[in-house]
């Protein structure tokens, strides 16, 4: 009798969808619709930008599941936060995501949703979970800073850098990164940017890039986290 062996396909962590938005200093409350609804086991990663002196309230999508912060949010200079957030294992059919801060003020989203990534255990790798930098003096490049050397061999980072301009910013990517958004405020200039890269080996890992010179000194942030993709992908 002949026996066949059949491989199985590796689960291959993959973006699903991207999409971003913004809106002026009219509203406590922002709400970004995704180009289409969420897949089952998803994850859901939001870069958040907004403006001080408001706090955040809370991010919520249309299924009711609340947003975990990714580390600390990131006080650029005394102008607007920076912070990364996730969802994993979603449910499917989520097709809005709300963010809501504490006064009227402009504020923005960058959304990725990212397949095959863990659903139980640390999402984050145990040392390379997040770091951060705050560039207050105008600069035509930016970069995170390294973070830890990873403990994982594999990882899917993600990256948000933002400034505050008086006309908006060209960014291009640092090596080995892809821009997913790259959001652009109509009203005054302001750019919310999520980059993307995906590793294959234990490293020291950091999210970098160049842009075109800011037109006022309220700063520059960025931000990178690494996340765990599951085994075998």
């Known amino acids: 009798?002949?026996?066949?062996?059949?491989?199985?396909?590796?689960?291959?962590?993959?973006?699903?969808?991207?999409?971003?938005?913004d809106v002026g200093g009219s509203s406590t409350?922002?709400?970004i619709t995704l180009p289409k609804?969420?897949?089952?086991?998803?994850?859901?990663?939001?870069?958040s930008w907004f403006k001080a002196p408001a706090t955040f309230t809370s991010l919520i999508d249309?299924?009711?599941?609340?947003?975990?912060?990714?580390?600390?949010?990131?006080l650029v200079g005394t102008q607007y936060y920076l912070q990364l957030y996730y969802f994993r294992n979603s449910v499917a059919g989520v097709t809005t995501i709300t963010q809501t801060i504490s006064d009227i003020n402009a504020q923005s989203l960058c959304v990725a949703e990212e397949s095959n990534l863990v659903t139980s255990g640390s999402i984050l790798d145990a040392t390379a979970v997040q770091v951060s930098a705050n560039q207050t003096i105008p600069s035509t490049t930016f970069t995170s800073g390294a973070m830890a050397t990873s403990t994982k061999p594999s990882l899917v980072l993600y990256g948000l850098y933002g400034s505050e301009d008086s006309s908006n910013q060209a960014v291009v990517a640092g090596a080995g990164w892809t821009i997913i958004q790259n959001e652009a405020f109509t009203a005054d200039g302001d750019n919310t940017v999520l980059l993307r890269r995906r590793v294959d080996a234990v490293g020291a890992y950091a999210v970098s890039g160049t842009c075109t010179a800011v037109a006022n000194a309220n700063g520059q942030g960025t931000l990178v986290a690494a996340f765990v993709p599951q085994a075998g992908m």
């Open 37 to 47: 609804p969420s897949t089952k086991g998803s994850t859901i990663i939001v870069g």
């Open 1 to 21: 009798m002949g026996i066949t062996a059949m491989m199985l396909a590796r689960p291959v962590s993959n973006l699903i969808q991207s999409v971003s938005g």
């Open 29 to 31: 409350i922002y709400t």
């Open 62 to 74: 249309s299924a009711s599941q609340s947003y975990t912060p990714v580390g600390t949010a990131l």
